[in-house]
């Protein structure tokens, strides 16, 4: 695993919206082979899209052969509800850049059978030739998309009852209400981030500390779903200061001394 540790949540965003276009870029994707991306919500990939619009409005990359998959939804909103994830997204990203409305993939938390739509939504990232790039959070508890503490390692996209802790962590989007907040979403499972050929998961702030320092010295933990990452030939957790403040100092020395080497990703 890679760890690239910037000085701040602005760095980092800038450091991965210039890593994602460039992956864009170099794969040349045309509408018979586009470039497959997994994309997360919350407050940790706001700003990456926030770089990516003004990369893509500047006409250094174009998503018009990029083909996304979201990581989770939460069940009962409809897409109008300002704090679903399908809202959030065209909010924050898909209404300021050239993806075609079709090569948009956002599990539907009001289907009628829910779990079809989960094992449609696997289905299709198969039948597509999988996720070329997953870029995820983590929560506080280690969680990647909403794989919660206990989740199957080999999970695939399902629906999954959110933790008490989660759904405080989320209730800063529904006004600070908790039981606003949903107790069930559909989310792409473990395994299924971890078919993805490459992942790069982002976190900032004091309280994703723990959560990292678990994630990369601890041992791999169905507890700690992140963790799998180390199971990954390819995967990167790009944070900042604040995030990597749990870390031993020879690990933060270590990935900082390696940074800029295009050896030693696995
Ligand atoms: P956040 O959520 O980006 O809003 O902190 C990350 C997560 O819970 O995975």
Sequence with gaps: MRVIIKKNYDDCSIWVANYVADKINAAKPTAAKPFVIGLPTGSTPVGVYRELVKLCK?????FENVVSFNMDEYVGLPHEHPCSYWHFMHDNFFNHIDIKPENINILDGMAADLSKECADYEQKIKNIGGIDLFLGGIGENGHIAFNEPGTSLSSRTRIKRLTKETREANARFFDGD???VPRLALTVGVGTIMDAREILIMASGRHKA??????V?????HMCTASVLQMHQYAAIVCDDDAAGEFSSRIVDYFKDIEY?????D
């Design 261 to 265: 080497s295009e050896l030693d990703f």
């Design 58 to 62: 500047a006409g250094a990359v174009s």
């Design 210 to 215: 723990e959560a990292l320092r678990q994630t």
């Design 178 to 180: 908790l039981e606003q």
């Design 217 to 221: 010295e601890g041992g791999v933990s």
